[in-house]
């Protein structure tokens, strides 16, 4: 029977096997533990993994023969049924559901197709409890940071966004100001996060203090940018000038 892997991404790398954890420092063994990852169940090519272990130094001689090294280092952490050999490549044997990336994923898509809003909320709600930092932490691997991190990040601050929407729709603004304004201050132009605080702090009845934010995001957009606010956020600071 093949062990059961279970890999986190969604934040500092976490590895576990049946259950235990197995602790992986070599930087490029967790880059290629994090590849094989993407792809539970498929073949990844012998050049997919090359690039992601040696990044962007000069990748050595026999590029087959050093992949080879490092999956059976990786097997010897993992066990060695954990990962089989294809005539292109290698195969990570686990559930996509014990790898978190494949699990929001799936949880996302399924906020979407919710009967209601309830139930919407509580998947979104899981899987955002799913991330615990950026993705990929730790790993050093510049094609993963350059072609996954990206639309994770924006499918997490939109799956987070649309939570934030359903609280607000049942009136939950007083909890939302605080995250909001953590959030804004992580991600500073990203101005639908903006607008939702605007919104939220009006909806509390906090106008003078929305008018301060609306400046401060005006302000840097100017400075950075060097343009004005999205017309969403223009529209709410015109309705906050209206007593």
């Given at each position: ?10 934040g ?34 012998i ?27 990786l ?6 049924s ?58 050093p ?11 994770l ?17 049942i ?11 953590r ?27 929305a008018?301060?934010?609306y ?15 999205d017309?969403?956020?223009?529209q ?7 007593r």
């Amino acid at each position: 029977m093949s062990a059961a892997v279970s890999v986190k991404l969604l934040g500092p790398l976490q590895v576990a096997v049946n259950g235990e954890r197995v602790p992986l420092t070599a930087g490029r063994l967790c880059a290629l533990l994090a590849v094989l990852a993407l792809s539970p169940g498929r073949t990844v090519t012998i050049d997919r993994l090359a690039t992601a272990v040696w990044a962007d130094e000069d990748p050595p001689g026999n590029i087959r023969r050093s992949v080879q090294t490092y999956v059976a280092r990786l097997r010897n952490a993992l066990g060695t049924s954990t990962i089989s050999t294809e005539s292109t490549g290698y195969v990570l044997h686990a559930d996509p559901e014990d790898i978190d990336i494949h699990q929001f994923v799936r949880l996302v898509g399924a906020a979407s197709t919710a009967p209601d809003g309830t139930l919407e909320r509580a998947r979104l709600a899981k899987a955002l409890d799913l991330w615990r930092g950026m993705p990929f932490e730790g790993v050093p691997c510049a094609s993963l940071e350059a072609s996954e991190a990206p639309w994770l990040l924006e499918s997490y601050l939109t799956a987070l966004e649309r939570r934030i929407d359903l609280d607000i729709s049942i009136g939950r603004h007083e909890g939302l100001v605080v995250e909001l304004s953590r959030l804004t201050a992580s991600h500073p132009l990203r101005e639908s996060l903006w607008a939702r605080l605007l919104l939220t702090l009006k909806k509390s009845g906090r106008r003078a203090d929305a008018l301060v934010r609306y400046e401060t995001i005006r302000s840097r957009i100017a400075d950075e940018l060097g343009t004005n606010p999205d017309p969403v956020l223009q529209q709410i600071h015109a309705e906050l000038l209206v007593r």
